[in-house]
C-alpha cells in the first residue's frame, strides 16, 4: 500500500469508527469485502449522509450527487478505492 | 420580544460562581450530544456553577413550530434568555451552537469544534437525497435547494423553512472576544465526536473534561 492509500484507508476507518460507533477494533477489523449499507444496522440514510460529508473534510475532497450510486456503499472496499480515485484525482 | 421556552437549570449547592449558558448542537446532533452535555453540565454545578441549557424555539419541548424558526430567532432568543440571567455569565457552544451564540452579551465564550452551517445544510440535504432515492424518487442537492427558495422542505426529519436553509447555508462562525476555541484530540478535550454518531451514546470522562476546561476558561476570564 502506498502513504496515500495508507492514509485514506485510516481516516476512512476512523471516520466509520465515529461515525457508526464501531470502536477500534471493530473498525480495524473491516476487510474489502465487510458489508456497510443493508448489512450494519447503524448505516442509515443519514450515517450516509453523515459519512459523505465527513470524507469531504477530512479527505479534503468534493463528492458531487451523480457520482454516489449504491454501490459506494455496498462494501468497505468499494467505498475506499471510491475515496482513492477521488483523492489521487 | 417574549421568550417562553423551557430551561434546564442545574444549579450548585449555595450561591453561584456564575452561569454558564450551554449552546448544544443543532438539530440532530443536539440529540446525541445531550446525555454527555448534561452531565458536563453536572460537573460545572459540583464546581460551583450554575448551568442552563435552554430550548431553541422549535426544538425539544418548544412550543414554537420549527418551519416558524430560523437562524435570526436562535440569536436573539439567546440573548433575551442571557439578558435574563443575573450575576456573571460565560456562553458555552459546541458545533453549530457556536453560529447562533455571538448576539449574546457575556463575559467571555467557549466553542467546542464549531462547524459552518453549509457543512451542516450539506449533510441534511443528503440525508433526503438519500431517503428519497430508498423510496425511489429522484432528487439531487441542486433540485432541493431550488425547491427551497419557495418552500419549507422537510429534511431528516426538520421542516425547514426558506428563511432557515438560506441562512444556515450561509452562516458562519462569528468573531467574538474574549474566545476559547476547543477542538477534539490531543490539544483539547479527548473523546469522540459524539454529534456525529448514528445511535447516541454517551461519555463521562468527556463531560468530565469539558466542565473543567470551561472553568479555567472562566478564571481567565476573571469569573470566579
Not at chain 1, 492509500?5 to 477500534?24: K, S
Not at chain 2, 450575576?87 to 459546541?94: K, Q, R, Y
Request: hydrophobic share 50%; charged share 25%; net charge negative.
Amino acid at each position: 500500500m502506498t502513504d496515500t492509500a495508507a492514509t485514506v484507508d485510516a481516516t476512512l476507518r476512523a471516520l466509520l469508527a465515529d461515525i457508526l460507533g464501531l470502536g477500534e477494533a471493530r473498525a480495524a477489523a473491516l476487510t474489502e469485502d465487510s458489508g456497510l449499507f443493508g448489512e450494519l444496522p447503524e448505516f442509515d440514510s443519514m450515517a450516509v449522509a453523515t459519512v459523505l460529508t465527513e470524507m469531504e473534510d477530512r479527505l479534503g475532497i468534493v463528492i458531487d450527487d451523480d457520482e454516489i450510486d449504491g454501490e459506494i456503499f455496498e462494501t468497505y472496499g468499494n467505498l475506499l478505492a471510491f475515496s482513492l480515485r477521488k483523492v489521487t484525482d | 420580544m417574549v421568550v417562553d421556552e423551557h430551561i434546564l437549570r442545574i444549579e450548585p449547592d449555595g450561591a453561584p460562581r456564575a452561569t454558564i449558558l450551554i449552546v448544544p448542537p443543532l438539530f440532530e446532533e443536539a440529540n446525541r450530544t445531550r446525555r454527555t452535555l448534561v452531565l458536563a453540565m453536572r460537573a460545572l454545578a459540583a464546581k460551583g456553577f450554575a448551568a442552563a441549557m435552554p430550548d431553541l424555539p422549535g426544538q425539544n419541548e418548544s412550543i414554537v413550530a420549527l418551519e416558524d424558526a430560523d437562524l435570526a430567532l436562535w440569536q436573539a432568543t439567546l440573548a433575551e434568555i442571557a439578558a435574563g440571567i443575573d450575576g456573571p455569565l460565560l456562553v458555552a457552544s459546541v458545533r453549530g451552537g457556536c453560529l447562533i451564540d455571538h448576539r449574546v452579551e457575556a463575559a467571555g465564550r467557549w466553542r467546542l469544534a464549531p462547524v459552518g452551517g453549509s457543512s451542516l445544510l450539506r449533510t441534511l440535504l443528503r440525508a433526503r437525497v438519500s431517503a428519497d432515492r430508498e423510496a425511489g424518487v429522484t432528487s439531487s442537492l441542486e433540485s432541493l435547494s431550488e425547491m427551497a427558495q419557495h418552500e419549507p422542505l422537510l429534511l431528516a426529519g426538520n421542516r425547514l423553512s426558506p428563511a432557515m436553509i438560506a441562512q444556515l447555508g450561509a452562516a458562519e462562525v462569528q468573531p467574538v472576544n474574549p474566545l476559547r476555541g476547543v477542538t477534539l484530540g490531543t490539544d483539547g478535550i479527548a473523546g469522540a465526536p459524539l454529534w456525529l454518531r448514528a445511535e447516541p451514546g454517551e461519555d463521562a470522562a468527556m463531560a468530565e473534561a469539558i466542565a473543567a476546561d470551561i472553568a479555567d476558561w472562566s478564571a481567565a476570564c476573571d469569573v470566579r
